[in-house]
């Protein structure tokens, strides 16, 4: 994948904001919508702590290599790398489908206590993200590079890792939003059924 820096950052700019539009919707919400679990699949809220521990590894190490990299001009072009393109795919939710994958321990929040708090640290999160793909319009995405937080041994070009990591907090908020989705299809479910036996 070939394309200019600054069409890749508005497109991610543009997801990230949808994001956060939907995120603060969810604000609305009572804690026990919220907290919603069916069965295995996590709540609206460990939807987000999820995205906040990835968020805690990939906001600081994207700052790092912004601030080691010298600027360059905003007219390069970004040219994907060959296992970042296929993570960034792979991540990237295709046409509301999205690929299901296990989560590592240390990112799994499934066992978490989990309040409002957790969407006010997403919401921080996602400010600085838009804070850092703003910065790095002028950065050379194909040469910088960034560790990524399955393994010491990689390291993926600053511009597949915002595809990456932009494209997993879409995968997650769409997978927030079908939790609900579920939660209100289940109370119509028992609303008709308790006006049948009524």
């Given at each position: 994948m070939q394309i200019e820096n600054n069409i890749l950052i508005d497109d991610l700019l543009q997801r990230t904001e949808k994001c956060i539009r939907?995120?603060?919707?969810?604000?609305?919400?009572?804690?026990?919508?919220?907290?919603?679990?069916?069965?295995?699949r996590w709540s609206?809220?460990?939807?987000?702590?999820?995205?906040?521990?990835?968020?805690?590894?990939?906001?600081?190490?994207?700052e790092k290599q912004i601030i080691a990299n010298p600027r360059k001009s905003s007219l390069t072009k970004f040219k994907s790398g060959v296992l970042g393109n296929?993570?960034?795919?792979?991540?990237?939710?295709?046409?509301?489908k999205i690929t299901k994958m296990?989560?590592?321990?240390?990112?799994?929040?499934?066992?978490?206590?989990l309040s409002v708090t957790t969407i006010n640290r997403f919401l921080k999160q996602q400010e600085r993200l838009v804070s850092l793909l703003n910065q790095c319009r002028s950065i050379d995405l194909t040469k910088t590079k960034t560790a990524i937080s399955l393994t010491n041994l990689i390291k993926l070009r600053l511009g597949d890792t915002l595809r990456f990591y932009t494209y997993h907090i879409e995968?997650?908020?769409?997978?927030?939003e079908r939790?609900?989705?579920e939660q209100n299809e289940l109370?119509?479910?028992?609303?008709?059924?308790?006006?049948?036996?009524?």
């Open positions: 939907t995120v603060k919707d969810f604000q609305t919400l009572s804690i026990e919508q919220l907290q919603f679990k069916n069965g295995e609206v809220l460990e939807c987000l702590e999820h995205l906040n521990l990835y968020g805690d590894f990939y906001l600081v190490e994207i296929y993570f960034a795919n792979l991540m990237e939710v295709k046409n509301g296990k989560s590592p321990k240390d990112k799994n929040p499934s066992k978490s206590n995968r997650h908020v769409l997978q927030a939790a609900l989705t109370a119509k479910d028992i609303n008709r059924k308790q006006l049948q036996h009524g």
